[in-house]
């Protein structure tokens, strides 16, 4: 079993900052990328940020570039994503992806987590 479990949403102004957090364990895994999706209601889940798990490299949606920041810290087994400048349109239930089958851009991951609310007033 592989767990992901998100932490960190919640209520914010526009223009303010929060840190999501995604915390792996159970099985061991490919850990060859892990990304940050989001999906409003009703919408598809799209992607937001990835990073390759053993050297670090990122990618980025152009809309959250210059804002948002992914990280992984190794011995936490954890990814996080800095989010600054928030706008309205963030607003979504962000959700954490492991282990890439295709393009780390792309929604075809194994594991994914449950989500964490994120809303963005103006």
């Known amino acids: 079993q592989v767990r992901l479990v998100e932490s960190g949403g919640g209520l914010v102004q526009a223009g303010g900052s929060l840190r999501l957090s995604c915390a792996a364990s159970?099985?061991?895994?490919?850990?060859?990328?892990m990304g940050w999706f989001r999906q409003g209601p009703g919408k598809q889940r799209d992607f937001v940020a990835a990073i390759r798990w053993s050297v670090g490299n990122t990618y980025y949606e152009d809309s959250v570039k210059g804002r948002f920041t992914i990280s992984r810290d190794n011995a936490k087994n954890t990814v996080y994503l800095q989010m600054n400048s928030l706008k309205p349109e963030d607003t979504a239930v962000y959700y954490c992806?492991?282990?890439?089958?295709?393009?780390?851009?792309?929604?075809?991951?194994?594991?994914w987590g449950q989500g964490t609310q994120v809303t963005v007033s103006s």
């Open positions: 159970g099985r061991t895994f490919s850990r060859d990328a």
């Open positions: 992806a492991a282990q890439s089958r295709g393009g780390v851009t792309t929604a075809d991951y194994t594991y």
